[in-house]
């Protein structure tokens, strides 16, 4: 089944620690999205590549990175610089910009303890 | 700020009765979605308008857009428990500067009750 993965599920971090979170999608599609989403609120944009060694920020790209080596994956590194880091992240993937629907992964919730 | 922004915010009805939610946003697009997650999931896509396009129907959906009022409304019709969710539009900007980045409301809760 071709489709896109996200992992963990859950994920707790310290305070001052790195941690990545792991998007890979099989659907040989060429865009691969980063967003953000705090409780009873709507994604946020935060990195997005629309190919392979290429990526651009989004909305609030502030202490995250991302790298797009492949196209398979595009991992989300949430970095210390980023001072509020609790929320649900959600990476999605498309065919190629407009006219084609996102497919989303099932969401990494990441917690900072 | 968002481009495209859901209301009413939150959305209660009962079973068998339709829905109605609205999306307005800023900017010329080429396309209209909207979205459906369900609680602590992803986001699955339900339907895809385009800017020439006035309504569109897929199964109890309906959706319409009003380029004019930078306008969209999702109807839902004899609504389930199972449509309980949250509902989002994203709209793809046609302007270059922002080429591939859809954008998404705050979304429109819906709970139906059985």
């Known amino acids: 089944d071709g489709g896109i993965t996200q992992s963990p599920k859950y994920l707790f971090r310290k305070e001052g620690q790195n941690v990545t979170l792991s998007c890979e999608q099989n659907l040989n599609h060429d865009a691969m999205y980063w967003y953000r989403q705090d409780p009873g609120q709507g994604l946020r944009l935060i990195y997005y590549s629309q190919i392979v060694n290429d990526f651009q920020k989004g909305d609030i790209a502030e202490g995250y990175s991302v790298s797009r080596e492949k196209k398979e994956s595009f991992p989300l590194t949430v970095t210390s610089a980023q001072k509020n880091p609790t929320a649900f992240y959600l990476c999605?993937?498309?065919?190629?910009?407009?006219?084609?629907?996102?497919?989303f992964g099932q969401g990494t919730r990441l917690t900072v303890v | 700020s968002q481009q495209g922004e859901e209301d009413p915010q939150a959305l209660s009805i009962q079973e068998g009765e339709n829905a109605t939610m609205n999306c307005s946003y800023k900017?010329?697009?080429?396309?209209l979605q909207w979205y459906r997650q369900n609680s602590g999931r992803g986001l699955v896509h339900l339907i895809l308008i385009r800017s020439n396009e006035r309504e569109k129907h897929s199964g109890r959906l309906r959706v319409t857009l009003d380029t004019s009022k930078k306008s969209s409304s999702l109807l839902i019709t004899a609504s389930r428990a199972a449509d309980t969710a949250s509902y989002f539009c994203a709209t793809d900007p046609t302007d270059n500067t922002n080429a591939g980045k859809s954008t998404f409301g705050d979304g429109t809760t819906l709970t139906v009750k059985p």
């Open positions: 900017t010329s697009i080429n396309n």
């Open positions: 999605a993937s498309l065919q190629g910009a407009g006219n084609t629907e996102a497919f």
